[in-house]
């Protein structure tokens, strides 16, 4: 049962963390919205910033896991189509388990969290890199030099955080379209 509070804590202060902002956001309000005792969520966290750290680390395993659905699923596309096809599912809502689309967390979190010590900073950058590693794994299938399969992931990875960006500004599901258009652009300079 505790750890069903723990879990509750968490999925409440994603969520309010998420939408909000971490900085908007109180206790009372995630104890409100989570239907948890205070006590119950001292007991489970220190502080407010380590809730944060586990809704980081949530919000990482169901994007790095939904995101390898993503690529696993049996299709013809390319690894290219298939991570900007992805994202657009993200962008217009698409996705159960990311669920609505308020930009991406990480880089929320890491905007209010900035700083050379900061443990939330590094966790969000983790989160970039092991999502960057994934990517790279299907890219390999294009056979490329090693320099032009490190440019095709750099030039990916700013795509992909520049179509995050403007379709959480613009109100634009269709970026990751625009931001494919690119990618292949990209692919064929590299080929």
Not at 7 to 33: C, D, K, M, T
Not at 43 to 51: A, E, M, P, T
Not at 169 to 187: G, R, V
Request: proline share 3%.
């Amino acid at each position: 049962m505790e750890l069903d509070k723990k879990q509750q804590l968490v999925e409440a202060a994603l969520s309010l963390f998420y939408r909000h902002g971490v900085h908007a956001v109180g206790i009372n309000q995630i104890l409100e919205h989570s239907a948890i005792a205070k006590k119950t969520l001292y007991h489970h966290f220190d502080s407010k910033d380590q809730l944060l750290l586990a809704t980081l680390e949530l919000r990482h395993q169901r994007f790095y896991h939904w995101l390898e659905q993503q690529f696993a699923a049996p299709s013809s596309a390319s690894p290219i189509d298939k991570l900007f096809d992805a994202l657009t599912l993200w962008f217009e809502g698409k996705s159960e388990l990311l669920g609505p689309f308020f930009g991406c967390y990480f880089q929320h979190c890491a905007a209010e969290y900035h700083g050379p010590d900061s443990t939330v900073l590094e966790q969000c950058a983790q989160h970039k890199l092991t999502v960057k590693n994934l990517v790279k794994i299907h890219l390999e299938s294009y056979q490329l030099s090693p320099q032009s399969l490190a440019a095709l992931l750099d030039g990916l990875m700013l795509l992909k955080e520049g179509a995050i960006s403007m379709a959480l500004l613009h109100t634009d599901p269709t970026a990751a379209h625009s931001a494919k258009k690119q990618a292949l652009l990209l692919l064929r300079a590299l080929d």
